[in-house]
């Protein structure tokens, strides 16, 4: 079954709008989750992590006044795009690793498509 | 610089048919190889996970091999079928690091025709 369950799984909205997605882990509590962003015909690329209890680690070149991450319970992560503008429609999805160390497999939720207009 | 490419971009074959996806790499330190499944619109899902050592790994009809020395890997499918239509996503994992640590490929889009 599933062991991630993202929400929503599409949004469009207007330039300037603040847009919140959900990561939620299902039946286990995950320290870390991990957000990514996937442009079309791209690879996913990680934005952050995000960690339980404390501030989310961002990547070079993410804004993390734009790209606000808050992961108060163990069980659900959120990140929320900050006036979003055109550019920022993509794919985003969250990920867990449900057991420490190397080597374990990595679930992802569904996606959330955001589109800016 | 970490790069993971995959070949070919695209491809079309016929229900029934076998295929073989490319994978090279030149991340490093290497920590493990991975194969994930991506749906349109769905998350990425695992297929296989392999280590240095690993040479081969199996999950029903798909099979993964890895040439550490070489930085290959490929994804071979067995007797294709309509629901194998997808992208095919290789990923290598950098020793060292964080879980998250994760280089992903474009991946390789599969359409699998009737």
């Not at chain 1, 949004?11 to 962003?37: H, N, P």
């Not at chain 1, 791209?42 to 339980?52: K, V």
């Not at chain 1, 867990?96 to 080597?103: A, D, L, M, S």
């Not at chain 2, 490929?74 to 964080?98: E, K, N, P």
């Amino acid at each position: 079954g599933a062991v991630v369950s993202q929400h929503p799984s599409w949004v469009i909205c207007k330039s300037g709008t603040s847009v919140k997605i959900e990561c939620r882990s299902l039946d286990f509590q995950a320290t870390t989750m991990f957000w990514y962003r996937q442009f079309p015909k791209q690879s996913l690329m990680l934005m952050a992590t995000s960690n339980e209890g404390s501030k989310a680690t961002y990547e070079q070149g993410v804004e993390k006044d734009k790209f606000l991450i808050n992961h108060a319970s163990l069980t659900l992560s959120t990140l929320t795009v900050t006036s979003a503008h055109p550019e920022d429609s993509s794919f985003y999805i969250c990920s867990v690793f449900t057991r420490t160390g190397k080597n374990q497999p990595q679930h992802f939720g569904d996606g959330t498509r955001l589109s800016i207009l | 610089k970490n790069q993971v490419e995959q070949s070919p971009q695209s491809l079309i074959i016929l229900e029934g048919k076998n295929c073989t996806l490319q994978c090279n790499y030149t991340v490093s330190p290497f920590s493990n190889l991975r194969w994930y499944k991506q749906d349109t619109g769905r998350g990425p899902v695992s297929l296989t996970i392999m280590t240095f050592s690993e040479n081969t790994k199996s999950n029903g009809r798909y099979t993964a091999t890895l040439d550490a020395d070489t930085k290959q890997s490929s994804l071979h499918i067995t007797a294709s079928q309509l629901s194998d239509s997808a992208s095919y996503i290789c990923v290598v994992s950098r020793g060292g690091g964080s879980q998250g640590n994760l280089i992903f490929g474009k991946g390789t889009k599969l359409s699998v025709k009737p």
